[in-house]
């Protein structure tokens, strides 16, 4: 029987509180050597929603797997048909207060890293420098015989003139950049194949059941030992692709510090959890160090 991944947490009784002050954080980028771990709460005021905040899409849709994905072309149709309209949304967002706030904290030499959990490239487009995207980014294509990878808006270009007038109104669009759709607005929309070589295309994003690359997993844990502190932004940290990296530095005795609205499944080994919007927290901060936050504000795409 085919496992799915997990993709919910049940926080128990017994995590410690959230605090409203974030001199902690304040605290440890102003000693510098921070890593940055970065989730889908921090892109939710760019208008993009997280899975399993208030109102987080997990509620009302199950993302596509890779099983799913590499399994069938009818679920390959109803994903790019639901990600090539979610695609326009993702081209309009524009980074918010928190993204500025880490690049700036990058800037001013506080940062020794981002890594981010989101595919939706607004650390770049805020400014951030060599940011690893641990699960990949929507901006690129790959083909999964040739390996060939392509831009997006190529691909994006050639479904448009393989699916002219397609403009369905979605019930809602998810951080994966997949817009929810029915079958019925999916219709008959066409898939179009890799330029190259004829085979399947896939975003360059690591699904829900499909492991990390090992190099890139590696290259993430080298920069965890290279930090002083771990610095958690808007994950719930529920599976393990994040969560190993909180792990990992609590055992090497690094102080995690977690700002997050809702407790999360990483709170037992973080100094402190801040349940503050990410925003104004960090802009708070920012200002307690003196850091401007000027900088990029680019489109992504």
């Known amino acids: 029987m085919r496992m799915r991944p997990t993709l919910s947490w049940t926080p128990s009784g017994d995590l410690p509180p959230g605090i409203t002050d974030p001199e902690p954080v304040a605290?440890?980028?102003?000693?510098?050597?921070?890593?940055?771990?970065?989730?889908?709460?921090?892109?939710?005021?760019?208008?993009?929603?997280?899975?399993?905040?208030?109102?987080?899409?997990?509620?009302?849709?199950?993302?596509?797997?890779?099983?799913?994905?590499?399994?069938?072309?009818?679920?390959?149709?109803?994903?790019?048909?639901?990600?090539?309209?979610?695609?326009?949304?993702?081209?309009?967002?524009?980074?918010?207060?928190?993204?500025?706030?880490?690049?700036?904290?990058?800037?001013?030499?506080?940062?020794?890293?981002?890594?981010?959990?989101?595919?939706?490239?607004?650390?770049?487009?805020?400014?951030?420098?060599?940011?690893?995207?641990?699960?990949?980014?929507?901006d690129r294509v790959v083909c999964l015989s040739c390996g060939?990878?392509?831009?997006?808006?190529?691909?994006?270009?050639?479904?448009?003139?393989?699916?002219?007038?397609?403009?369905?109104?979605?019930?809602?669009?998810?951080?994966?950049?997949?817009?929810?759709?029915?079958?019925?607005?999916?219709?008959?929309?066409?898939?179009?194949?890799c330029a190259v070589c004829g085979g399947i295309l896939k975003p360059d994003v690591v699904f829900f059941g499909e492991a990390v690359p090992p190099a890139r997993v590696a290259h993430c844990r080298a920069l965890v030992r290279e930090a002083a502190t771990l610095l958690v932004l808007g994950s719930s940290l529920t599976v393990m692709s994040g969560l190993r990296f909180v792990r990992q530095a609590a055992e090497a005795g690094k102080p995690v510090l977690v700002v997050n609205l809702a407790p999360t499944r990483g709170d037992v080994h973080a100094r402190a959890r801040v349940a503050l919007p990410l925003g104004p927290a960090l802009t708070t901060v920012a200002g307690r160090l003196g850091v401007p936050l000027e900088g990029a504000d680019s489109r992504v795409g």
């Open 27 to 138: 605290e440890a980028l102003g000693a510098g050597g921070v890593l940055v771990l970065s989730g889908a709460g921090i892109s939710t005021e760019s208008g993009i929603p997280d899975y399993r905040g208030e109102g987080g899409s997990l509620s009302r849709h199950t993302p596509m797997t890779y099983q799913d994905f590499t399994g069938g072309a009818q679920a390959r149709r109803r994903y790019w048909a639901r990600s090539h309209l979610g695609w326009r949304t993702f081209g309009r967002a524009r980074p918010n207060a928190g993204h500025r706030a880490v690049a700036a904290f990058g800037r001013h030499g506080l940062l020794s890293g981002v890594i981010t959990q989101n595919v939706d490239g607004l650390h770049q487009a805020a400014g951030s420098e060599d940011v690893v995207e641990l699960h990949g980014s929507l």
């Open 148 to 193: 060939d990878v392509s831009a997006r808006r190529v691909l994006a270009a050639r479904l448009e003139e393989a699916n002219p007038g397609f403009d369905p109104v979605a019930a809602g669009i998810n951080p994966d950049g997949d817009a929810d759709l029915t079958d019925d607005q999916v219709g008959d929309f066409r898939v179009v194949p």
